[in-house]
């Protein structure tokens, strides 16, 4: 589902700051170009993922580049308390600008020149991405470039000022490489994943490399540029699509963004849900046939997702361990739920069902018992839309294994 429709957002970069979300993107110029015109980069702000707000737009006259039709993809990190924009122009250059004031700026050139000038590397320097490690110190790196016709991207740490490279770019090695360009990184479980265009990834044990290609992990029109975050104990990708996929002829010069959520096989390869690319995030509706426990919008921050034979489910449930589901669409009047969940033996468990957050007014409450297959919990609830949020009580080390829920459809 696309998030900023008939904008020309594209390109996303999000990233978490004060509780809220805010994507870094270029800007299509809009419909019938005859290749990518995109005049200025873009920060919209987020608190529920759905709708989403227009905090600034920063034009290239406003750095070294001057009046450009071509403000290529950007990147954003946050140190010492500024905030660090980065940007490009074509497959040329690569800039950074700085605020003092947060991440939706106002944003100043940093350098009046390129941080990255154009020929520095034998590769286009352009797409930068920004990561931020774990290791004690917070190490930052600078990637960027292109991997056809035989380039390569490359990785350069950064100073502690993030505006200055403490080393010369490295070129980054892809065990049976893909042909593409926008590189992005994250890590899981001291695993390094760089993905690219069309949701090609590979991953490592080193943030330099070598990197060994794991496949592409998601398909829906030509996946564009795409980039993962975590927000509230979730884990999305979002990426691009033309605006007017489906149609003939398609526009790929003028994009849109969705997201979806992401999870992790427990050998760590990546996998997501094809039904999300249409129902999107954060938002549900109550005649689907099945809303999966992984779908969450907010969950307490022991919970985590596990493969299982057919699918994912959420482990790690104790006494006030919660999941939030916000905007459930169209609930009938009292409308009964059903669980899906395995208890753990041995343990003691009740599911309350609360309106808008853990303490919320409660709504439902059901006991699990060890016979549970599925769990039936009568609501007191209007018609309409919900934020029904589940709260585990009980003794024990773990609780419950969640599944999923729906409701018991209205018989004609």
Known sequence: ???????????????????????????????????????????????????????????????FLGKCEECYATDAA???????????????????AVSENGPAGPYRDALGKPLIPPHMVDTYCYDPTVFIDDD??????????FTVIGKRYYIARLNEDMISLAEEPRPIEIVNTWENDACWVTKRNGIYYLNSHESDYATSDNIYGPYTYRGRFWSDAYSDHGTFFTYHN???????????????????????????????????????????????VAQYDARWDEIKSVWYFAASDELYKKETADGFEMRGIRD?????????????????????????????????????????????????????????????????????????????????????????????
């Open 136 to 145: 004690e110190a917070k190490t930052p790196y600078l990637l960027f470039g």
């Open 1 to 63: 589902m696309r998030i900023i429709p008939n904008q020309g957002v594209c390109d996303p970069h999000v990233h978490i700051y004060n509780g809220k979300a805010y994507m870094f993107s270029t800007h299509d110029r809009g419909p019938g170009q005859p290749i990518f015109r995109m005049d200025d980069w873009r920060i919209y702000s987020s608190d529920d993922l759905l709708n989403w707000k227009l905090e600034y737009t920063f034009h290239p006259e406003e750095t």
């Open 234 to 280: 979730q884990t999305y990708f979002t990426y691009g699509v033309p605006e007017n996929w489906g149609e003939e002829p398609v526009d790929r010069f003028y994009r849109t963004t969705k997201i979806i959520y992401a999870h992790y096989r427990d050998n760590g390869e990546i996998v997501a849900d094809p039904f999300i690319k249409k129902a999107g």
């Open 320 to 412: 006030g361990s919660y999941l939030y589901y916000p905007n459930i669409a169209g609930m009938r009047q009292n409308a009964l739920l059903h669980i899906s969940g395995r208890p753990v033996p041995g343990s003691a468990c009740s599911i309350e069902i609360r309106e808008n957050s853990p303490f919320g007014p409660v709504l439902g409450f059901c006991k699990v018992t060890d016979e549970s297959g599925e769990i039936l919990c009568r609501l007191e609830n209007s018609y309409g839309t919900h934020n029904l949020c589940f709260v585990f009580r009980g003794e024990g080390e773990e609780l419950l294994r969640f599944s999923g829920f729906h409701f018991e459809p209205v018989k004609d």
């Open 78 to 96: 946050e140190r010492n308390g500024k905030y660090y924009f980065y940007f490009s122009q074509a497959q040329s250059c690569i800039g950074v």
